[in-house]
């Protein structure tokens, strides 16, 4: 790995892949142990006009809804330290508001509200699959930007006058030429890289709407790592470009 902010940036990426495979599963658990309650049908369940919160003493159903959010979606690996929600909070932000006031504070488990469940669970599951995909080649992107980064290493040895003092004419254009080789792969990476990154904002599972580097890399000391490396590598490269060209200058 070229730099230690690729590097780093890889392994946050893989935790959160890890993270959000994990809630995925989760919310695969808790759907099917949704799916296994049977909800007796009530008149007001088919002919009706039901709505999520509905007034009886039978809140066993409920309770287990409950239990059930609490030992999958709440239980995943540091929760506490991710999110630290009540089950309301968690389940308002994660699934919907009216959903989990209507289980916490319903009085019984209707079909209808059985049913809107498993649909935002649904939604839930989807979004987790769709930010496993951008993941992927987010990993990808940084691994391709790696290697060509890697490729040009030998032309990042500083250059000084005196050094280049005794190279041959020819010899000297050649290496002018391969650093600006390397110069304009090195900004072709960088326009390749600020258009993919501004190309699409992305959804993420709680509704949020941000750039997907803003959020995976916001506690790295920069945003936008393969953006800083190639700026960096230019800034190398540039400097060693105008010895030799200062060089050349000289010798003709």
């Not at 699959?129 to 990042?156: M, V, W």
């Not at 090195?186 to 501004?198: F, P, S, T």
Request: aromatic content about 6%.
């Amino acid at each position: 790995m070229y730099d230690e902010r690729l590097s780093k940036a890889i392994a946050r990426i893989d935790a959160e892949r890890e993270a959000v495979r994990t809630e995925r599963a989760a919310f695969e658990e808790f759907a099917e142990e949704l799916r296994a309650l049977e909800v007796p049908v009530r008149r007001t369940d088919v002919a009706g006009a039901p709505t999520l919160v509905e007034s009886t003493p039978d809140t066993e159903l409920l309770q287990s809804v409950r239990r059930a959010y609490r030992s999958t979606v709440m239980a995943v690996p540091e929760y506490d330290e991710q999110y630290g929600e009540s089950l309301r909070e968690n389940m308002a932000a994660e699934l919907d508001e009216d959903v989990a006031v209507a289980v916490v504070d319903g009085a019984r488990f209707t079909r209808p509200l059985k049913s809107v469940l498993l649909q935002q669970i649904r939604v839930a599951v989807e979004t987790r699959t769709d930010l496993l995909d951008a993941l992927r080649r987010e990993r990808a992107a940084i691994r391709d930007a790696s290697e060509l980064l890697e490729r040009g290493e030998d032309r990042l040895e500083p250059l000084t006058a005196g050094g280049l003092t005794s190279r041959p004419f020819d010899e000297l254009v050649t290496i002018e030429r391969q650093l600006r080789r390397e110069i304009d792969r090195c900004e072709q990476l960088l326009d390749d890289r600020q258009r993919d990154i501004h190309r699409q904002r992305w959804q993420f599972p709680r509704g949020d709407t941000q750039l997907l580097q803003e959020y995976l890399y916001r506690e790295f000391d920069t945003t936008y790592p393969v953006v800083t490396t190639a700026l960096d590598r230019i800034d190398q490269l540039s400097d060693n470009h105008s010895t030799v060209v200062r060089a050349i200058s000289r010798s003709s």
